[in-house]
């Protein structure tokens, strides 16, 4: 351990830190652009500027490492006035596109202005013009008037990715950042430059112009796109969910895959004015409905179930039932149905529905992996702490007179998924629980009735991961009311009353997040 | 509890005929006064008769437009952002022409709830939204008081239906190097 004074501040590091490190650690706010914890250090942006004691020149704290005693200020007349003059360079040719720029209010050039700028531009001359809404890849489009040259997205592409196809092009002030010919950005991991460019310069697809950041909020969660098990940032208002973003952990480091950034679209109910896969409550209630709003009470809204439903849903009553499971609910969900299962029937004719099991091991290196399923680990600790077996291979289903099926929430991973329907439905009666709309649920026959399920959003609870790993994950919203997790399935099965919380209580207001993101 | 004599008034306070009276007669001299005296008249005879207020009156919305007639606005949403009473709903797209890069599809102003404060205006980046001299918009139902693109920018009354063109141009701001 290395002991140091930062900004005044006593702390013991460890030796090798760098100072932009110890900063950090300190609690301590530095301006820099081009460093990012989990890149390499190219000490190309000048911000990061601080004053040692007994150096006369000011050096760049994120490639400067502590040594033993050193005393380090970025509080200095010396050290404002070159961040304050390293901003004015880094601005000279930016675009004043902050109305139509997607990274507005969360953009590192915004805010280091404001916390070390603040300054009149000395600048009369024109801007260097640069090219705009460049297509980089399938996911990713660039505006190289805002970059500023930072290159974490070209480490990003050769470090983390290892695809290496972006790279600076040109010299001085007509650099630019660009893909080598024919090479578009269409790694698996894409997105995440965007989430590192400290400006607007690279924009997401997906996301651009859907939103402005200031309306949206975000809760920490964890990605159901693989076993992986990411953890997330949830970002939604009360439209609905409108991106997802990697959250530093140890599982991910600082981030996600491509594929795992579209799992937000099977949260949003259809009705929403965008992508959106969700049967919204409409939908739901039409054909083969069971529950009905019933009260109002403080805030949550009562469900019962009508009393026809209940009783020919009396598990005790059918000769021969059976359960299928995916890997795709939460220990806690899994704990309540199968405790319930093994009780009332048995825990007899448990079948776990599998996608492409063969792929199950594959790994590519970095984060994907071919469980597609979150929980896959959880559910088998589960039937195993209840005692149960599960079979892999799902029979014919003729000879049951009840089947409940607890289907996947991100259906398009489960390719099979028409001939389980048609297999399925040979039952006598048949619960499918699905928290997205199935494209099959208009042909299903009367005696197939579907429930809808409620998504990782709109639940508590923990996955275990491919490690083992029990992550857990708390609720971000409400978005179909209507929807159940198996807890309240089971509490249903009981024939007890199920309590389900209303959708955002503060949807009369638009802006309502304004006031957390910033000020205005 | 206690029991409070009130003191009601005498009765020839209460007498209100003469009141009444006085009234009426201030009435008619008005009424001759007007029928004989028409210039004078304080009132006017609203609609054939309106007043004329300054054009800096904040009254409806009017969104700008660009030499080739169409709209100013960006779809930043900083209007909607700065409006109090939260009634501006504006839905952003991909415009085709990358000199563009975003417009606004779809533009509402919920007029019912808008309270004229002008912020949205203030809070333009780029002149598109202005507040136009007009205050007398009936409607006959509620569809009414929602403005589109369409009323708020193209309504007949704004240059025959071209719209009012903004005072900033892209392609001149463009040129100088801003
Ligand atoms: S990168 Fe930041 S400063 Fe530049 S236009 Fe975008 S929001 Fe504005
Ligand atoms: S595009 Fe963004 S991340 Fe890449 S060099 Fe430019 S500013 Fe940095
Ligand atoms: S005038 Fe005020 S209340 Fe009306 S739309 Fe503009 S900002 Fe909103
Ligand atoms: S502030 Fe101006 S440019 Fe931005 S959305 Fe409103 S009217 Fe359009
Ligand atoms: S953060 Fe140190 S030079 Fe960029």
């Known amino acids: 351990m290395v002991k140091c004074t930062i900004n005044g501040i006593d702390i013991e590091v460890e030796a090798g830190t760098s100072v932009i490190e110890a900063f950090k650690q300190a609690g301590q706010d530095i301006a820099h652009y081009c460093w990012h914890p989990g890149l390499s250090v190219a000490g190309v942006c ?77 600048m009369a001359l024109s801007k260097v013009k640069k090219h705009k809404v460049v297509d980089l890849g399938e996911r990713v489009v660039l505006d190289s008037e805002r970059c500023i040259l930072c290159s974490r997205c070209v480490r990003f592409t050769e470090e983390v990715s290892k695809s290496n196809e972006l790279g600076i092009f040109n010299r001085g002030d007509r650099s630019e950042i660009g893909t080598f010919d024919g090479m578009p950005l269409n790694n698996k991991y894409s997105v995440n430059t965007v989430d590192i460019c400290p400006v ?79 049967e919204n409550k409409k939908a739901v209630k039409k054909p083969n409905r069971i529950l009905s709003a019933h009260s109002y009470h403080d805030g949550k809204m009562e469900f019962i179930s009508t009393a026809e439903t209940v009783s020919s849903i009396e598990l005790g009553s059918f000769s021969n039932p059976a359960l299928i499971v995916t890997g795709q609910y939460s220990n806690e969900e899994y704990d309540s149905i199968l405790g319930f299962w093994k009780s009332k029937a048995g825990g007899k004719n448990i079948f776990h529905w599998q996608n492409q099991p063969e792929q199950w091991q594959d790994f590519d290196g970095l984060l994907i992996r071919g469980d597609k399923n979150p929980n896959t680990k959880g559910l088998l600790a589960s039937l195993e702490k209840h005692g149960l077996q599960a079979q892999s291979q799902l029979p014919s289903m003729e000879g049951f007179d009840f089947v409940l099926v607890l289907g996947p929430e991100n259906q398009w991973v489960y390719d099979n998924i028409s001939q389980v329907a048609d297999q399925v439905s040979q039952a006598k009666k048949v619960i499918w629980l699905s928290a997205c709309h199935l494209e099959k649920a ?15 959003v709109e639940k508590s609870g923990s996955f275990t991961n491919f490690e083992g790993k029990v992550q857990s994950f708390a609720m971000v919203d409400v978005f179909v009311e209507e929807a159940l997790d198996l807890q309240q399935v089971t509490q249903w099965f009981a024939g007890e009353r199920v309590t389900a919380s209303l959708a955002h209580p503060w949807q009369s207001v638009h802006n309502e997040f304004i006031h957390e993101r910033g000020e205005l | 509890m206690s029991v409070v004599q009130v003191k009601r008034p005498q009765l020839r306070s209460s007498w209100y005929l003469p009141a009444i009276l006085a009234g009426m007669v201030f009435t008619f001299i008005t009424m001759l006064k007007n029928l004989f005296n028409k210039k004078r008249m304080p009132t006017l005879n609203y609609p054939e008769e309106q007043y004329q207020y300054s054009p800096r009156f904040k009254g409806n919305h009017v969104l700008t437009v660009k030499k080739d007639g169409d709209l100013r606005c960006t779809a930043c949403m900083l209007c909607a952002t700065a409006c109090p009473a939260d009634c501006i709903s504006i839905l952003a797209s991909e415009d085709e022409d990358p000199k563009v890069e975003k417009f606004p599809i779809s533009y509402e102003i919920d007029i019912l709830r808008c309270v004229f404060c002008g912020f949205c205006e203030e809070a333009c980046p780029v002149d598109a939204i202005r507040m136009g001299p007009e205050w007398q918009t009936p409607g006959a139902n509620g569809d009414n008081f929602i403005y589109d693109i369409k009323q708020l920018a193209y309504r007949n009354n704004l240059n025959q239906g071209h719209g009012v063109p903004s005072v900033v141009e892209d392609e001149e701001r463009h040129e100088a190097g801003i």
């Open chain 1, 46 to 122: 000048r911000l990061c500027m601080v004053e040692i004691e007994g150096n006369p020149r000011l050096q760049i704290a994120c490639n400067t490492q502590v040594a033993e005693g050193m005393k380090v200020t970025n509080q200095s007349e010396m050290v404002k006035d070159a961040v304050k003059w390293g901003l004015d360079f880094h601005l000279i040719n930016h675009p004043l596109d902050c109305p139509i720029c997607d990274q507005a209010g969360e953009c590192g050039l915004q805010d280091q202005y404001m916390h070390f700028g603040k300054y009149d531009p000395e």
């Open chain 1, 200 to 278: 607007g310069a690279l924009t997401s697809k997906d996301f651009r112009f859907r939103q402005r950041v200031w309306f949206l909020k975000d809760k920490p969660s964890v990605c159901t796109g693989c076993s992986t098990g990411c953890n997330i940032d949830v970002y939604f208002n009360k439209d609905g969910v409108w991106r997802v973003k990697p959250h530093h952990s140890d599982v991910n480091g600082y981030w996600m895959c491509d594929e795992g950034r579209d799992i937000y679209k099977a949260v949003n109910p259809i009705t929403t004015d965008f992508v959106g896969e969700r």
């Open chain 1, 442 to 456: 208009s042909q299903m026959p009367k005696h197939v009735t579907f429930v809808p399920a409620k998504t990782f």
